[in-house]
């Protein structure tokens, strides 16, 4: 398949102006909503390893800006950056705004 087909290669995705602006929640369940996670199940418990890496990358790929605010936090992204299961254009996009994930990564 030609690169500039592929739909991850041209999709828009949103990346915040600043980490501090995620301020989502620590801790907790978080139900996300219909166009985040057309899943069954939409509740993440945040104190599950796999269920935070799971939900941030749903919210990473299909979130817009106002998602990421709303439903990430700084602290728990940074902690969990280097395990985040993301396609490569998404995470250069946020590694070229945010350089020190990627140093994080490396």
Do not use: C, H
């Not at 902690?79 to 998404?90: M, T």
Request: net charge neutral; glycine share 4%.
């Amino acid at each position: 398949m030609d690169r500039a087909l592929n739909y991850a290669n041209i999709r828009p995705y949103a990346v915040p102006r600043a980490l501090e602006e995620l301020t989502g929640p620590a801790d907790g369940i978080v139900m996300l909503p219909g166009w985040l996670d057309w899943s069954p199940r939409r509740s993440y418990d945040l104190s599950d390893p796999t269920a935070l890496r799971v939900m941030y990358e749903q919210v990473i790929q299909e979130g817009r800006e106002q998602d990421l605010k709303a439903y990430l936090n700084i602290d728990l992204l940074v902690r969990i950056w280097p395990d985040l299961i993301l396609p490569v254009r998404v995470r250069r996009l946020w590694e070229s705004r945010f350089t020190w994930l990627r140093d994080q990564v490396a």
